[in-house]
């Protein structure tokens, strides 16, 4: 009895075993120096801009004052957001290169302590303390990679990357920005030799505006490796929320405040 009951164990286990390695490999998430930056830049404008295009719409009936006030605010907020970027990049760097050199400085005049410090980490990691400490003897004959073991562990960063442009991600976020802003815009634009109903134009800037924040929900639920219905469903109704607060605040400012544009 005893050897059967080991036997269907046994082939339970290799059973089980085999189910897990004939499961589906995750997808992996999108990679790229620059796909975050064009994504989230686009998201960001689209939101913007329809913004925009909704509380002009509400207090003007003026698809021009749309247009120009569309465009110029686009463009200011291209600039912002690349410069932001740039700043954004630059200051992460240079405080993960200080943390670095402080580190350092830690590793050389406190190398004992800094050691005894990693191995307590890698036991909170579950490792077992032998384990552990020959893990960091080994890391304490590479003096850069024992640096940045610490400041993984106590930190939490990673090294600074040298080869890293802040300035080429400025760039692609204004350029991404400017491309994705303009599509709530397009239908003002398409539409001026076949229309001049203002209505008409609005409705189809909605329209256009959410099918670009569909495709670029995909595109985020890409990278995230999120579900791609749920994530697709909360950027469109982020863009909805966005859309209609700007309205309604345009509406209560023509008919409530009395401003017309």
Same mark, same amino acid.
């Given at each position: 009895m005893d050897e059967r009951g080991d036997n269907k164990n046994t082939t339970s286990l290799l059973h089980s075993g085999d189910i897990e390695r004939k499961s589906e490999r995750p997808k992996e998430p999108w990679r790229g120096e620059y796909v975050k930056s064009i994504v989230y830049g686009g998201l960001d404008a689209i939101i913007t801009c329809f913004s925009l295009i909704s509380s002009i719409s509400a207090t003007t009936s003026s698809s021009g004052n749309v247009l120009v006030l569309g465009f110029a605010n686009l463009v200011a907020d291209a600039i912002s957001m690349g410069f932001g970027d740039i700043v954004s990049a630059s200051s992460e760097r240079d405080v993960t290169m200080e943390e670095r050199r402080v580190t350092e400085w830690d590793v050389l005049n406190s190398r004992e302590n800094e050691q005894r410090d990693l191995v307590r980490y890698y036991q909170s990691l579950g490792m077992d303390y032998n384990d552990a400490t020959a893990v960091v003897n080994i890391f304490t004959k590479y003096n850069d990679i024992l640096v940045d073991q610490r400041m993984a562990a106590d930190k939490g960063m990673l090294p600074a990357d040298q080869e890293k442009k802040p300035w080429k991600n400025g760039l692609v976020t204004f350029a991404s920005f400017m491309v994705f802003g303009s599509i709530p815009l397009l239908s003002f634009i398409?539409?001026?030799? +076949?229309?001049?109903?203002? %209505? *008409?134009? +609005? *409705? %189809?800037?909605?329209?256009?505006? %959410?099918?670009?924040? &569909?495709?670029?929900?995909?595109?985020? &639920?890409?990278?995230a490796g999120q579900n791609m219905m749920l994530t697709t469903g909360v950027t469109l109704f982020s863009g909805v929320i966005a859309g209609a607060a700007a309205y309604l605040v345009g509406w209560l400012?023509?008919?409530? &405040?009395?401003i017309e544009g």
């Amino acid at each position: 009895m005893d050897e059967r009951g080991d036997n269907k164990n046994t082939t339970s286990l290799l059973h089980s075993g085999d189910i897990e390695r004939k499961s589906e490999r995750p997808k992996e998430p999108w990679r790229g120096e620059y796909v975050k930056s064009i994504v989230y830049g686009g998201l960001d404008a689209i939101i913007t801009c329809f913004s925009l295009i909704s509380s002009i719409s509400a207090t003007t009936s003026s698809s021009g004052n749309v247009l120009v006030l569309g465009f110029a605010n686009l463009v200011a907020d291209a600039i912002s957001m690349g410069f932001g970027d740039i700043v954004s990049a630059s200051s992460e760097r240079d405080v993960t290169m200080e943390e670095r050199r402080v580190t350092e400085w830690d590793v050389l005049n406190s190398r004992e302590n800094e050691q005894r410090d990693l191995v307590r980490y890698y036991q909170s990691l579950g490792m077992d303390y032998n384990d552990a400490t020959a893990v960091v003897n080994i890391f304490t004959k590479y003096n850069d990679i024992l640096v940045d073991q610490r400041m993984a562990a106590d930190k939490g960063m990673l090294p600074a990357d040298q080869e890293k442009k802040p300035w080429k991600n400025g760039l692609v976020t204004f350029a991404s920005f400017m491309v994705f802003g303009s599509i709530p815009l397009l239908s003002f634009i398409i539409l001026i030799p +076949f229309t001049d109903n203002d %209505s *008409v134009k +609005f *409705v %189809s800037a909605c329209l256009v505006s %959410s099918l670009g924040l &569909a495709l670029l929900g995909v595109a985020r &639920a890409r990278i995230a490796g999120q579900n791609m219905m749920l994530t697709t469903g909360v950027t469109l109704f982020s863009g909805v929320i966005a859309g209609a607060a700007a309205y309604l605040v345009g509406w209560l400012l023509k008919h409530v &405040a009395g401003i017309e544009g």
